[in-house]
T-cell receptor, first 116, second 113 residues
Framework: GAVVSQHPSWVICKSGTSVKIECRSL??????MFWYRQFPKQSLMLMAT?????????EQGVEKDKFLINHASLTLSTLTVTSAHPEDSSFYIC????????????FGPGTRLTVL | QKEVEQDPGPLSVPEGAIVSLNCTYS??????FMWYRQYSRKGPELLMY????GNKEDGRFTAQVDKSSKYISLFIRDSQPSDSATYLC?????????????FGKGTLLTVNP
């Protein structure tokens, strides 16, 4: 149980375009989903927290207009990187928490974004 | 002082060795303690979790929490090359609707055949 999927697993796009990444909880309802960013050989950096049906809470320094998060249902959250630039190239990972799982987060496999 | 400290390694051991991975923390409010394993270019995978001081065993893995010393450990017995990965400790405060995980930096482990 507790499987989280992400799509796509990798994407290459041109500078200035927008990219949408999907995160789904496959066998549980995720009341809260998180989006992280990870640079090579570094730990995960939390970007934002989203609760189903409400606006996401962004961490300090994360541009909410650039990284649009939608948590439309209990099994789906999306991250849209708008007007992507090469510096947005990174590994993006989502995680999901079930209401009854306490502090446990289950992570997706990640999406590698490369902006040319 | 960072909330969670973890030696980044790298740590290299021969196959069959016992591996000890450790984290210290400063926030005494932490009550959930977790270990994640992350293979290269993959998302973290939950290995072990515990809510209390003491030991918890699962196969070759043992998680140990010492709240009085603010110290957690993960032991891997009979380590295998497939255990080669980055191990992240994580912890959070119990309660509240939006409590977040605080991660260590991760320890890169290589098990040599």
């Amino acid at each position: 149980g507790a499987v989280v999927s992400q799509h796509p697993s990798w994407v290459i796009c041109k500078s200035g375009t927008s990219v949408k990444i999907e995160c789904r909880s496959l066998d549980f309802q995720a009341t809260t989903m998180f989006w992280y960013r990870q640079f090579p050989k570094q730990s995960l950096m939390l970007m934002a927290t989203s609760n189903e049906g409400s606006k996401a809470t962004y961490e300090q320094g994360v541009e909410k207009d650039k990284f649009l998060i939608n948590h439309a249902s209990l099994t789906l959250s999306t991250l849209t990187v708008t007007s992507a630039h090469p510096e947005d190239s990174s590994f993006y990972i989502c995680s999901a928490r079930e209401a009854t799982s306490g502090g446990l987060e289950f992570f997706g496999p990640g999406t590698r974004l490369t902006v040319l | 002082q960072k909330e969670v400290e973890q030696d980044p390694g790298p740590l290299s051991v021969p196959e069959g060795a016992i591996v000890s991975l450790n984290c210290t923390y400063s926030n005494s409010a932490f009550q959930y303690f977790m270990w994640y394993r992350q293979y290269s270019r993959k998302g973290p995978e939950l290995l072990m979790y515990t809510y209390s001081s003491g030991n918890k065993e699962d196969g070759r893995f043992t998680a140990q929490v010492d709240k009085s010393s603010k110290y957690i450990s993960l032991f891997i017995r009979d380590s295998q090359p497939s255990d080669s990965a980055t191990y992240l400790c994580a912890m959070s405060v119990r309660g509240g609707s939006n409590y977040k995980l605080t991660f260590g930096k991760g320890t890169l482990l290589t098990v040599n055949p």
